[in-house]
């Protein structure tokens, strides 16, 4: 993303990383039935297009729920994931498209964290010989005594001291924190310039995370240090980050200043995040407004804004579509009885054609049924939700023997758009959105 | 501890002295040692702590799903009837229609061989053989749709559903049993924090519509103060401190308390903050009052005596001598303890 939220402010240094339009895509290979079925396999989106900036010194939180690519986004900018297209720069230096002999230099300048601390660690090896490992796999220190003295430094370094009394343990011998301390040990031992750390703390218990988070920022001022927090949780985000990235399959729905991310949440699913947050305050209750569903399917994702099909303020141009109406018809059929249900599901025939994403769709009556009886459905869903943003993105309805068929306004790509000093990936910002949606409304007027 | 529900009425379970020991050859792990709680009808009581501090043991133990190496003492009586004791046979037939239970990983638990709809058949036809055939489907359907699972998609398989779809899936195969009482082990751990709160919004109407009594088992202290009425604070396998959930948040009585309420990141945090040292052994934990060497409160008498339950100011049981009863404290047993320091990194 680029545009005034991208400004360097007070306190952050310059340019460190430089991230253009990335994309990873992992292909889908589907299983053996989908094959036999003859489903053809896709690819999944998992980096759809980010631009950041990543200041030196600075700690930029990537936070967003399963799925979103948090997690591979920081792995395709470690060159552990290869990038599908896009740039990433280090300093000015490319790093996509390199082989893993020209990528290992430039990973004695980026580590990472992984969430998992005994999964990081080979349990057949002493905390010592693991810690020192990196410089002996760069071949950078060859001497035992040398290592040994080099571990010895970044274990005191993370508050595993006396030293000596952890470099000959193994993993299995240490508690949770610790063994993250000494994955922290091995990630600094190179003196690296960046650090990516994927869920540092969410396998820890509550009382260990704040010492865990406290020790990187020490780590972070002592060694000069710029990290990639990645995370879902929003709560140490907004204790730890200076920044914020917030992700929603594959992209970045919206980036800026901690504090302005938390006081002002621009995107609907920021602000729906926030307050799904349970909180450890007795006067709040479990919050009602809460988004349906939940985050879909990355090998198609809905058209237009990503986040539509479950958004509170989604409105015409946002990328209604046939699985919309799908999803509306099936919510609306878990709130009738048996036997409404039953009554209305023997009107509407194979629900499957809705599966395909398209702006125009037919909702099949029955075989044998009449288009009537398709419409008479599509009529109650909408007396039932008459308010639900879904029916703003229905452009015309009409009758045919076989169904009704629904068209839908044509959807729009979310742009970026300055906000303040965040930038949010929303319609609800974009003046064009919003004059189209008028236009929109006021043809509709007129019609009736 | 004397426990009691909230006054309304006779407790639909009521858990005395309960202990459970794990025999591992050597010394015994005392998971669970001497815990007092009682739960009323549609009412839910949290269950916190750190990991290792006997939560999930208890959970099970109510339940009578602990493995054979486990010894169990004690009193759990649910609506009059004792259950510590009773066959495995009568266990078996009583989890699911009495008590039913919500654990964190629904895979797990449910059948990947068998559809969603056939789970519901069998666990009508097991615990409830007098109903018909068309009783049985109405049910599960109307259980099913009621947790919104797609009515088209009852007859799929466990794997074809989202996390957030199966932690429903288990939640409304709990409920078409219609249990008194459900015990959820950490039901939402694994879930993203929309969905989590969407199952705390199910949660929640549960025990308004159904007058289900709820245990919720939870390292996470907001989702407490959502969901809970009462709150029961357990470590090292004991209660320390247990009451209306609002009043404990406000006004923590066991310093325990305090210091975990203190060390959770919340949204309102602005200063990190963290208990020193690491939840003790089970099998030789500190004699007498089994936090002192984490306390920053500790006194001598914390040390050397373990401490009696009362009441605090604000309402709750608590056990813990900076509430007294002062009668029971030595002379120059309020002085401040001479503690030894943690290492840094001594934690869980």
């Known amino acids: 993303m680029s545009g005034p939220g991208e400004q360097a402010e007070g306190g952050a240094g310059d340019t460190l990383l430089e991230v253009r339009d990335l994309h990873t895509r992992y292909s889908v290979r589907g299983s053996f039935f989908d094959r036999l079925k003859g489903r053809e396999s896709g690819s999944v989106h998992a980096v759809d297009g980010v631009t950041l900036d990543l200041r030196r010194g600075e700690v930029l939180g990537l936070v967003g729920e399963s799925g979103s690519g948090k997690t591979t986004l920081g792995r395709t900018l470690l060159g552990l994931v290869e990038a599908s297209s896009g740039s990433i720069r280090l300093e000015g230096d490319e790093l996509t498209g390199r082989s893993e002999a020209e990528m290992r230099p430039l990973r004695q300048r980026m580590q990472i964290v992984f969430q998992d601390p005994h999964a990081s660690l080979n349990p057949a090896m002493t905390i010592g010989a693991l810690v020192a490992d990196p410089l002996r796999f760069h071949k950078l220190v060859s001497g035992r005594e040398e290592l040994r003295a080099r571990a010895v430094e970044a274990l005191e370094r993370v508050g595993l001291a006396p030293a000596s009394e952890f470099l000959d343990k193994y993993p299995t011998d240490l508690s949770g924190g610790q063994k993250q301390r000494a994955v922290l040990a091995r990630a600094i031992i190179l003196g690296p310039d960046v650090l990516v750390a994927d869920e540092p703390v969410s396998m820890l218990d509550m009382s260990v995370r704040a010492k865990i988070l406290e020790l990187m920022l020490e780590l972070k001022d002592e060694l000069g240090l710029t990290y990639i927090y990645i995370t879902h949780d929003l709560a140490t985000a907004k204790f730890f980050c200076d920044r914020i990235a917030i992700m929603y399959l594959g992209r970045i729905v919206e980036i800026g200043p901690a504090p302005e991310i938390y006081a002002r949440p621009e995107h609907p699913y920021t602000a729906a995040l926030l307050r799904a947050i349970p909180e450890p305050d007795p006067r709040r209750t479990v919050p009602r407004d809460l988004p349906r569903g939940e985050v879909p399917d990355a090998v198609i994702p809905p058209l237009g804004c990503p986040f539509h099909p479950r958004c509170p303020k989604a409105f015409e141009v946002c990328g209604w579509e046939s699985r919309d109406l799908r999803t509306l018809l099936e919510e609306r059929w878990t709130r009738l009885s048996q036997d409404d249900y039953e009554r209305e599901r023997a009107l509407i025939g194979d629900l499957d054609l809705l599966d395909q994403p398209a702006t125009e769709v037919l909702l099949p009556a029955a075989e044998g049924g009449a288009g009537e009886e398709a419409a008479e459905v599509l009529e109650a869903m909408r007396a039932e939700t008459p308010d639900d943003p879904f029916w703003s993105g229905v452009a015309a309805t009409t009758v045919e023997p076989g169904g009704v068929r629904v068209r839908f306004e044509t959807p729009r790509e979310p742009r970026d758009i300055a906000v303040g000093r965040s930038v949010v990936h929303c319609h609800l910002h974009d003046p064009g959105a919003i004059a189209e949606a008028e236009r929109i409304r006021s043809g509709k007027g007129e019609d009736a | ?348």
């Open chain 2, 1 to 348: 501890m004397n426990a009691n529900g909230n006054g309304n009425g006779e407790p639909i379970l009521d858990v005395h002295d309960l202990r459970v020991w794990y025999g591992t050859g050597g010394e015994p792990v005392r998971a669970v040692d001497g815990v007092s709680f009682s739960i009323g009808a549609g009412e839910t009581l949290g269950l916190v702590g750190e990991s290792g501090c006997g939560k999930s043991t208890l959970g099970r133990g109510v339940l009578g799903l602990l493995p054979d190496a486990a010894a169990v003492d004690g009193s759990v009586r649910f609506a009059g009837r004792e259950l510590v004791g009773v066959s495995q046979k009568e266990m078996h037939d009583m989890r699911g229609p009495e008590l039913g239970l919500i654990f964190q990983e629904p895979m797990t638990r449910l059948d990947p061989l068998q559809t969603i709809e056939a789970h519901f058949r069998e666990a009508l036809h097991t615990h409830r053989p007098e109903l018909d055939k068309e009783e049985v489907r109405r049910r599960s359907l109307e259980a099913l749709a009621g947790m919104g699972i797609p009515r088209t998609r009852f007859a799929q398989y466990p794997h074809e559903f989202s996390g957030g779809m199966r932690q429903r899936i288990m939640i409304a195969l709990a409920l078409v049993l219609e249990p008194k009482v459900l015990i959820a082990d950490e039901p939402t751990t694994a879930l993203d924090v929309i969905v989590e709160a969407q199952i705390l919004g199910i949660l929640a109407d549960l025990r308004r519509n159904f007058d289900t009594a709820i245990l919720l088992i939870t390292h996470n202290l907001g989702i407490v103060a959502e969901a809970c009425d009462r709150v029961a604070v357990m470590y090292a396998g004991e209660i320390v401190e247990e009451g209306d959930a609002r009043e404990v948040f406000a006004e923590p009585a066991h310093p325990y308390t305090r210091e975990l309420l203190r060390s959770t990141i919340s949204l309102e945090t602005t200063g990190l903050n963290y208990i020193p040292g690491a939840p003790p052994s089970l099998i030789n934990p500190p004699p007498a009052c089994r936090f002192h060497p984490r306390c920053p409160s500790a006194m001598r008498v914390c040390a050397e005596l373990h401490p009696i339950e009362v009441r605090a100011p604000a309402g709750q049981r608590v056990s813990c001598w900076l509430h007294g009863p002062e009668s029971e404290i030595p002379p120059g047993g309020r002085e401040e303890l001479e503690r030894r320091q943690f290492l840094e990194a001594e934690e869980a």
